[in-house]
Protein backbone atom coordinates (compact mmCIF):
# COMPACT_ATOMS: atom_id res chain seq x y z
CA UNK A 1 0.00 0.00 0.00
CA UNK A 2 1.21 3.44 -0.96
CA UNK A 3 1.97 5.97 2.04
CA UNK A 4 -0.29 9.46 1.35
CA UNK A 5 1.30 12.78 1.95
CA UNK A 6 0.48 13.37 5.21
CA UNK A 7 -0.54 17.13 5.99
CA UNK A 8 -2.52 16.70 9.17
CA UNK A 9 -0.66 16.88 12.43
CA UNK A 10 -1.21 16.27 16.07
CA UNK A 11 -3.46 19.15 17.08
CA UNK A 12 -4.83 20.00 13.82
CA UNK A 13 -8.45 20.73 13.76
CA UNK A 14 -10.43 18.96 11.38
CA UNK A 15 -13.58 18.15 9.81
CA UNK A 16 -14.99 14.37 8.88
CA UNK A 17 -16.40 14.18 5.24
CA UNK A 18 -16.95 10.28 4.70
CA UNK A 19 -18.75 7.98 7.01
CA UNK A 20 -21.09 8.10 9.11
CA UNK A 21 -19.62 11.03 11.32
CA UNK A 22 -19.75 13.04 8.24
CA UNK A 23 -19.58 17.05 9.10
CA UNK A 24 -18.38 16.86 13.00
CA UNK A 25 -14.87 18.43 13.57
CA UNK A 26 -12.52 17.92 15.75
CA UNK A 27 -8.75 17.96 17.06
CA UNK A 28 -6.35 14.91 15.97
CA UNK A 29 -5.12 13.68 18.76
CA UNK A 30 -2.76 10.98 17.25
CA UNK A 31 -1.37 10.34 13.37
CA UNK A 32 -0.75 6.68 12.84
CA UNK A 33 1.72 7.29 10.00
CA UNK A 34 2.01 4.05 8.97
CA UNK A 35 -1.60 3.10 8.95
CA UNK A 36 -1.99 6.42 6.88
CA UNK A 37 -5.00 7.11 9.80
CA UNK A 38 -5.41 9.38 12.71
CA UNK A 39 -7.85 9.68 15.68
CA UNK A 40 -10.13 12.70 16.41
CA UNK A 41 -11.50 13.63 19.45
CA UNK A 42 -15.14 12.88 20.13
CA UNK A 43 -15.09 11.01 16.41
CA UNK A 44 -15.46 7.07 16.37
CA UNK A 45 -15.58 6.18 19.63
CA UNK A 46 -15.75 2.25 20.30
CA UNK A 47 -16.85 0.27 23.75
CA UNK A 48 -15.00 -2.44 24.60
CA UNK A 49 -15.52 -5.39 27.30
CA UNK A 50 -13.10 -5.85 29.98
CA UNK A 51 -13.00 -9.05 32.23
CA UNK A 52 -12.27 -8.71 35.54
CA UNK A 53 -8.22 -8.50 36.47
CA UNK A 54 -6.15 -7.87 39.23
CA UNK A 55 -5.61 -4.75 38.11
CA UNK A 56 -8.42 -3.64 37.32
CA UNK A 57 -11.31 -6.15 39.59
CA UNK A 58 -14.19 -4.78 38.19
CA UNK A 59 -13.75 -5.27 34.91
CA UNK A 60 -16.61 -3.63 32.77
CA UNK A 61 -16.77 -1.65 29.55
CA UNK A 62 -14.38 1.01 28.37
CA UNK A 63 -14.69 3.48 25.85
CA UNK A 64 -12.11 4.18 22.98
CA UNK A 65 -11.47 5.70 20.22
CA UNK A 66 -10.61 4.11 17.25
CA UNK A 67 -8.66 5.50 14.25
CA UNK A 68 -10.25 6.50 10.80
CA UNK A 69 -8.50 6.80 7.28
CA UNK A 70 -6.63 9.98 6.97
CA UNK A 71 -8.08 10.43 3.55
CA UNK A 72 -11.66 11.03 5.12
CA UNK A 73 -11.00 13.90 6.89
CA UNK A 74 -9.87 17.49 5.57
CA UNK A 75 -7.98 20.36 7.44
CA UNK A 76 -9.48 23.36 8.49
CA UNK A 77 -8.41 26.68 7.53
CA UNK A 78 -8.92 28.71 10.88
CA UNK A 79 -8.94 32.50 9.08
CA UNK A 80 -11.85 31.50 6.28
CA UNK A 81 -13.40 28.77 9.35
CA UNK A 82 -14.07 26.13 6.37
CA UNK A 83 -12.42 22.94 5.61
CA UNK A 84 -10.06 23.13 2.82
CA UNK A 85 -7.33 21.15 0.66
CA UNK A 86 -3.77 21.79 1.74
CA UNK A 87 -0.81 22.38 -0.28
CA UNK A 88 2.81 23.47 1.23
CA UNK A 89 4.51 26.42 -0.25
CA UNK A 90 8.03 26.29 0.03
CA UNK A 91 9.73 30.11 0.65
CA UNK A 92 12.48 31.93 -0.73
CA UNK A 93 14.53 30.86 3.00
CA UNK A 94 13.50 27.46 2.30
CA UNK A 95 10.98 26.71 4.93
CA UNK A 96 7.53 25.44 4.12
CA UNK A 97 4.78 26.47 4.77
CA UNK A 98 0.97 24.78 4.78
CA UNK A 99 -1.56 26.96 2.57
CA UNK A 100 -5.12 26.48 2.22
CA UNK A 101 -6.63 25.99 -1.70
CA UNK A 102 -9.58 27.20 -1.22
CA UNK A 103 -8.59 30.95 0.03
CA UNK A 104 -4.47 30.90 0.24
CA UNK A 105 -4.47 31.72 3.81
CA UNK A 106 -1.44 29.86 5.29
CA UNK A 107 -1.91 27.63 7.91
CA UNK A 108 0.21 27.55 11.08
CA UNK A 109 1.44 24.46 12.46
CA UNK A 110 -0.19 23.83 15.89
CA UNK A 111 1.05 23.96 19.03
Known sequence: MGTLKR????????????????DMEGSVLEVLKGENRVRVDGVNLRKR????????????IISMIAPIHISNVMLIDAAAEKASRVRTRVEEDGTKERVAVKSGNPIPKPK
Not at 7 to 22: A, L, S
Not at 49 to 60: E, F, I, L, V, Y
Open 7 to 22: RIMKGDRVRIIRGNYR
Open 49 to 60: HTKPTQADPDGG
